[in-house]
């Protein structure tokens, strides 16, 4: 009687899955129990069963492990996983404007990453707030006006990201609009009758108790103050037919200010425009100026309370990420190891992302230095001049605004570097000599 010949070295390996396969159904499960043969060792491995789940395309029969969290590399590759390798795109921030029977709507371009390429938007309008929505064709356009609608009734719109397959990657915050014969309309389902010109409002969050600054063509148009759940709202009024840049920054409680988030929008006389769905980026500041290697150092700053923050960490010799909650009162912070970094400057980010779809932007970029010894953060001066937006910098933002008023009438007196009542290349002389970066 014959069994077959035994398995030679050669193809051991078919041999031990099948025995392998047979002793996990048998079992159920393991312990950590060391396994080895001629051929192969495995260190402690941990097995569990479960069951399967199943769809039209797919089955999963358990799970040996979960991926970790972070960045793993070698001398010959890098593997990035975890939250952090997972691509995502940021929502748009809409604007609705009421006409008669109709809402114009426009929105912002989102930004796609780790993959992600935002290709086409779709609008979904509903007649009750949070839908169902009934979505228009996919179109490239970052406008849309939506027609045939009913005059003193409220309708509600959110914007959808598709990817160049169709694909939802990123949906706006709900914006409400009240479309009128005569002017009106706005935000949260009120109407709004505006005298002498156009309005906008603007609403969003940003962090609790933070002080908000709108401006409008790069000069200060309102402050106000989010509440205790980062919610702010404010509106604009008397503005003339056009179309305007508006920007908004907020500070915080430790005295932080933001990186810029900025739109253009479209103002008729008469009529008011809701921009909804602006997501301020959060504040961040470290505590040290200087970090000895080895030793640690704290990221820290506020955002949208229970936020997700995830911290980017840039050396010449390696790349660090790490993931936190912001608290109740929107504050966040995470303690770095510097084993792994090496010397000389270190560069920082931080991303807040909130209940799994408002991505917002980065931001401001804040830097140390490892060396051999640590220094607590010094007091910052800000420049003495062409520091437009009061973040004690001389940056791409001040350029920005500067470049705005090139060759027109009455420039603001805090822009006119060069006091001669025009802006031109004097005065671009003088920001190169304040410019910080």
Avoid at 97 to 104: P, S
Avoid at 262 to 288: E, L, M, R
Wanted: proline share 4%; net charge negative.
């Amino acid at each position: 009687m014959s069994f077959g010949s035994f398995p030679t070295r050669r193809n051991l390996f078919p041999w031990l899955g099948v025995l392998g396969i047979a002793l996990f159904i048998a079992a159920g499960s393991a312990s950590a129990d060391e396994f080895t043969s001629a051929n192969y060792r495995s260190l402690n491995p941990v097995m569990s069963a479960g069951g399967y789940g199943a769809s039209a395309s797919f089955k999963l029969y358990g799970e040996i492990s979960g991926t970790a969290v972070g960045t793993s590399s070698s001398a010959s590759f890098t593997e990035t996983a975890g939250f952090f390798a997972f691509p995502y795109a940021t929502t748009p921030v809409v604007s609705a404007t009421v006409g008669n029977a109709q809402v114009a709507l426009s929105w912002t371009a989102s930004q796609g990453f780790l993959g992600w390429n935002p290709t086409n938007y779709t609008v979904g309008e509903a007649a009750v707030s949070g839908g169902p929505y009934a979505y228009t064709s996919p179109t490239s356009s970052l406008s849309s006006t939506i027609t045939g609608l009913t005059n003193g009734t409220v309708y509600y719109f959110i914007v959808r990201v598709l990817d160049g397959v169709g694909n939802v990657i990123a949906t706006s915050t709900q914006v409400s609009a009240t479309p009128a014969s005569s002017g009106g309309g706005g935000g949260g389902g009120g109407s709004i009758t505006t005298v002498g010109g156009g309005s906008v409002v603007l609403s969003g969050r940003a962090y609790p108790g933070s002080s908000v600054t709108v401006l409008k063509d790069a000069q200060v148009a309102a402050i106000t103050t989010a509440d205790s759940k980062a919610n702010f709202q404010v509106m604009i009024s008397g503005l003339s037919t056009g179309d305007y840049i508006f920007s908004l920054y907020s500070e915080d409680t430790a005295g932080n200010r933001s990186s810029m988030v900025s739109f253009p929008t479209a103002v008729t006389s008469g009529n008011t425009t809701t921009v909804g769905g602006i997501f301020i980026a959060p504040t961040i500041d470290v505590d040290k100026s200087e970090v000895a290697k080895g030793e640690t150092f704290t990221v820290l700053g506020y955002s949208i309370p229970n936020a997700d923050i995830v911290i980017y960490v840039n050396s010449a010799s390696q790349n660090l990420s790490a993931q936190t909650v912001a608290d109740g009162f929107g504050l966040y912070q995470h303690v770095f190891d510097t084993s792994s970094l090496s010397l000389g400057e270190v560069s920082i980010l931080a991303r807040a992302y909130y209940q799994n779809s408002n991505f917002g932007n980065l931001s401001k970029l804040i830097k140390l230095i490892e060396g051999t010894k640590s220094k607590p953060k010094e007091i910052s001066i800000c420049p003495d001049r062409g520091d437009f937006n009061n973040d004690c910098l001389v940056d791409i933002i001040d350029l920005s605004i500067l470049i705005f008023w090139i060759d027109q009438p009455a420039p603001p007196i805090g822009l006119d570097l060069h006091k001669d009542g025009i802006i031109d290349i004097a005065d671009f002389s003088v920001l190169t000599y304040y410019w910080t970066g």
